[in-house]
């Protein structure tokens, strides 16, 4: 089964120096019929405006991964790491036992556009941990490059929680396609552009929210640039 929720139908919170498309319930946007799917808790679409961010905060008990599309994202942490995450990196932050950090875009007249991804955890009361890596064009080109997984596999940052999550770019006749677990669930936000998953069209902003399925098609993109994520059911 595969259920479109279109980009519009996401909550939308308007802070001035920040404007947030939420996937899921989040602060001040609850919508009970859209807690979450499997594992995966938030999918943040924001925007900060030049010379904001957030302040120092605390997280616990969460994995958090942040994806730049533009901009730069810069990140302090009270576990000693002060990062500046650019687009093409992929940056996982294990909560744990508890951490505190910051993000900011210090650029005075760049926007910082970003996804900010939060999975439950497998285990809970971990030592906080933290791992960034880059992942070139041409890996996701035509194709889903593994970008986070339990295992560290294939290059990609390891989290602890059940799951994997997939990046690619898609455009013109390039095609994929990715075997599921019907058992499990599985996601597709798409980040730009437009692409057929499993035979329907989304366009940015949209996901796909797929279970019981044994395959994922993903073709006919234009300009598209993709997640794909493998969850806990």
Known sequence: ??????????????????KSFHSFSFAG??????MGW???RVINEDRIAPGTGFGTHGHRDMEIISYVLSGELAH???????????????????AGTGVMHSEFNHAPNQQTHFLQIWIEPKF???????EQKAFAEAEKRGRLRLVASRTG?????????????????FDGAEQAELALNPARKAY????????????ETLQGGDAALIEGESRLALAQGQDAEVLVFDLAP
């Not at 595969?2 to 920040?18: F, K, N, V």
């Not at 809970?124 to 933290?130: D, L, M």
């Not at 597709?188 to 035979?199: A, C, E, Q, T």
């Open 1 to 18: 089964m595969l259920t479109i929720r279109r980009s519009q139908e996401r909550g939308y919170a308007d802070h001035g120096w920040l």
């Open 29 to 34: 946007y609850y919508d009970p019929a859209h």
């Open 38 to 40: 499997g594992n995966l």
């Open 76 to 94: 302090k942490d009270s576990m000693g790491n002060v990062k500046g995450i650019p687009p093409g990196e992929v940056q996982r932050m294990s």
């Open 124 to 130: 809970t009361g971990v030592k906080p941990g933290y």
């Open 153 to 169: 596999a294939e290059g990609s940052v390891s989290m602890n929680a059940d799951a994997s999550l997939y990046a690619g770019l």
């Open 188 to 199: 597709v936000h798409l980040v730009r552009g437009s692409l057929s998953v499993n035979g």
